[in-house]
């Protein structure tokens, strides 16, 4: 299965998202554009249409002062999914993201496991396929999200954010968290967010040895290393001037992996026997057409895929003029 996220990165791309807040309030505000990019991506290939409703929770909406929009906001996201997953025929995917509110103490618990009903009760009543909840740093939390989503009958993929530590933040090591995640229901476990291809396989391998069930592996397309596993650890020694020195998460784009990269992760994680394969923030519909070519797919946008025997510049000899040749020679 073929799973594209990083909504809200591309969307703050593309100007109608803040950055810092990642909140989605452009499901409200401008929802045709939402529409179109899940449909752009599953024309890329994606199986799953994923509702917009990651950082729409509670806590978030306070963040900008639209707390008293949430119930709308999720009912929304929910509601363009639907559609585009209707008319694509392509599943349905309720989500939960990480609070950042979590602690581990009682309160906190009985905070984020309110927040976590809501959001899927709204998805239960949209008639979701089932339900992702990901980017979650603390087993405990995945756990609260799981129970949460296996109370209402749904299936389940639980997906952990590794930092630099190989371990949850409290500290249990990421292949005996998935055990565990696997032991109390989870359909699918495994990674999203944080960490790019290279330093993201190496866990999977775990995590494959470790349980029975299917694993899911959904790095972010950046050029993270053993020296900056994650990507918002990374550097890019040739422009360091970026605003308060950070190039997370808004000066990323020299370290942006292409598409025979992802490509590379793609065939690489299959072959580890990981079969929930996707990207995260940062991806964009051409990662995602070259994930797909490379698990054996022709989705519709590989009518549009490269083919450099056309170009002006590289093409057969009968099709380069001379003005080309003369390019060609200068390049």
């Not at 939960?96 to 984020?112: P, Q, R």
């Not at 090591?173 to 476990?189: F, H, N, Q, S, Y």
Request: net charge negative; charged share 25%; with cysteine.
């Amino acid at each position: 299965m073929i799973c594209a996220e990083g909504y809200v990165f591309e969307l703050e791309r593309r100007g109608y998202l803040q950055a810092g807040a990642f909140v989605p309030e452009v499901v409200l505000e401008h929802p045709e554009v939402v529409r179109q990019l899940h449909r752009d991506l599953v024309h890329a290939g994606s199986d799953v249409v994923e509702a917009l409703t990651y950082y729409a929770h509670r806590d978030k909406l306070r963040v900008v002062g639209r707390e008293g929009d949430l119930e709308a906001l999720n009912r929304q996201a929910l509601a363009i999914a639907k559609e585009v997953a209707d008319e694509s025929g392509a599943l349905f995917a309720g989500d939960l993201s990480n609070t950042n509110i979590f602690a581990a103490d009682a309160a906190t618990e009985a905070t984020v496991r309110a927040m976590f009903e809501e959001q899927v009760g709204w998805a239960a009543e949209a008639g979701v396929d089932f339900v992702i909840a990901e980017t979650l740093s603390w087993g405990s939390e995945a756990l609260i999200a799981l129970e949460t989503i296996k109370a209402a009958g749904l299936p389940a993929v639980v997906t952990l954010a590794v930092h630099r530590e190989s371990t949850t933040f409290e500290g249990w090591p990421i292949p005996e968290t998935c055990k565990r995640l696997e032991a109390a229901g989870a359909d699918v476990v495994g990674l999203n967010c944080i960490r790019g291809p290279r330093t993201m396989l190496p866990l999977l391998h775990e995590i494959r040895a470790a349980v029975a069930c299917h694993v899911a592996g959904v790095p972010v397309p950046y050029r993270t290393t053993e020296e900056e596993p994650t990507f918002s650890g990374l550097h890019d020694s040739a422009y360091p001037g970026v605003p308060g020195g950070r190039h997370f998460p808004t000066a990323l784009e020299p370290l942006t992996c292409n598409r025979y990269e992802v490509a590379d992760f793609a065939r690489d994680a299959y072959a580890a026997g990981v079969r929930y394969i996707g990207l995260c923030c940062g991806t964009g519909p051409h990662h995602i057409r070259s994930v797909a070519e490379e698990l054996g797919r022709t989705p519709p946008a590989s009518r549009y895929s490269p083919d450099m025997s056309k170009h002006s510049f590289f093409g057969a000899e009968d099709t380069v003029g001379e003005d080309d040749r003369e390019h060609s020679r200068r390049l």
